[in-house]
């Protein structure tokens, strides 16, 4: 499967995802046709190991949506606790995205 590129122009939403008592601000961009094509998320301290796993993260999300990876599969994918909510900031921003897609 190739990699579908974003147009050079594009509108970017911001959300604010807390988890652990870390604040995450988290860009979302999106193709011209609505659906999630890139994610940044950022701690608030950078310089950070948390900040530096936040950014790397959002990369992964980012090429695997290019890719055509679901983020319904990608939230299923990582850990969760004995009430089912993510256990990371990663799958806590999921989780968001996927209830902003329904």
């Given at each position: 499967m190739s990699r579908?590129?974003?147009p050079n122009c594009r509108p970017c939403e911001t959300i604010d995802v807390v988890h652990g008592g870390i604040v995450y601000t988290a860009g979302i961009g999106r193709?011209?046709?609505g659906r999630i094509a890139e994610v940044f998320l950022n701690a608030a301290k950078s310089g950070t190991a948390v900040q530096a796993i936040a950014?790397?993260?959002a990369v992964l999300i980012s090429f695997a949506l290019q890719y055509g990876?679901?983020?319904e599969a990608m939230r299923?994918?990582?850990a969760?606790?004995?009430d089912g909510a993510a256990t990371g900031p990663?799958?806590?921003l999921l989780d968001l995205l996927a209830e902003g897609d329904r």
């Open positions: 579908e590129r974003l193709y011209d046709d950014h790397d993260s990876a679901p983020v299923a994918a990582l969760r606790d004995a990663v799958g806590a």
